[in-house]
């Protein structure tokens, strides 16, 4: 097979990850313009092989043994933030965070649950993140969505927003979003900005190898409105350790990688921490993290 220009072989993705942990992408690229992405997934279609995209690896976990394929992480002009107006116009490899301060030194306000949401645009679009009350799909006004027959423009209710997710396919990428923003006193935008991640630092772990949350938050009524953090709390994981991973002692829907987790680690403290939950309360929680590749998933994953 002959590789496009760019493209690397065995490219080690656990640097990609904020968990630091699993196996090497087989072909890796880092396109920097829409044209480069669309002529990539193009070229993959053709020779049949599957297309991965990696954002801010803030809410991924790559199998130990590696992922088939061509992984993909947005660079250049698709990871841009520009200001036309109130809009801001950003790259699908943009972070989040990033977006959100500049928009506040713009004078511009609505995107300020942003800031602790520690992912891309075009991540943030895909799993439909939000956090704090702030609902993505209020504040953008169109995405570029790049596949191998080039790239088209979606509006928001285009997009099959669910709870975590979208209706986005795989060989299907964020190339670029437009938020409509409201002005606003820079000043003041800081300042909630500050406080927020003040409240996330206080209920968060942070300065260690984590992702983010390991498990959504379930709707079952069982529950009774506790969230997936508290309920492990409440089935004894906080702190609850298999190899190097380790459920948070600060938050219990947060794993940590101590030094030396493998993917397999991660999976296994996972698993034990659902099951556990599961035998309390009778409630299955769902994995909010993506997983990337063919990781073998613990003996006893499945309780439903």
């Known amino acids: 097979m002959t590789l496009p220009d760019g493209v690397e072989r065995d490219y080690s993705l656990a640097r990609l990850t904020t968990v630091r942990a699993g ?24 020779e049949g092989v599957p297309v991965e995209v990696v954002g801010s690896g803030s809410n991924l976990l790559v199998a130990d043994a590696g992922v088939r ?46 800031i602790n949401i520690p992912g891309t645009v075009g991540g943030a679009v895909r799993m439909n993140a939000n956090a704090y009350g702030g609902e993505l799909a209020r504040v953008l006004e169109w995405v570029d969505v790049s596949t191998a027959a ?21 060989g299907e990428v964020v190339a670029r979003a437009s938020f409509g923003l409201g002005e606003a006193e820079p000043a003041a935008v800081k300042a909630i900005l500050a406080e927020m991640r003040g409240k996330r630092r206080e209920a ?8 983010g949350s390991t498990f959504k938050n379930p709707d079952d009524p069982r529950a009774e409105g506790r969230t997936a953090g508290q309920l492990l709390e409440a089935s004894g ?14 938050h219990a829907n947060f794993v940590e990688n101590t030094g030396t987790a ?24 769902e994995p909010e993290v993506q997983v990337l590749g063919d990781a073998e998933w613990p003996a006893g994953w499945d309780l439903a």
């Open 23 to 46: 196996g090497e992408a087989e072909l890796f690229a880092r396109p920097e313009t829409e044209g480069e992405l669309v002529e990539l997934l193009a070229w993959a279609q053709a």
């Open 237 to 250: 994981c906080q702190g609850l350790a298999v190899g190097g991973a380790r459920l948070s002692p600060k």
């Open 204 to 211: 968060q772990p942070s300065g260690i190898k984590t992702f």
């Open 69 to 114: 394929g061509l992984v993909l992480k947005l660079a250049g002009e698709l990871a841009t933030i520009e200001r036309d107006g109130l809009r801001l116009v950003c790259g699908g490899g943009a972070r989040l965070p990033s977006a959100t301060a500049k928009a506040a030194g713009w004078g511009m306000g609505g995107l300020e649950f942003g």
């Open 262 to 285: 493998t993917t397999a680690d991660v999976l296994a403290v996972m698993a034990e921490g659902r099951r556990r939950v599961h035998e309390r309360f009778g409630i299955v929680l």
């Open 150 to 170: 080039g790239t088209d423009r979606r509006r928001p209710d285009q997009l099959g927003f669910g709870y975590r997710n979208s209706a986005l396919e795989p």
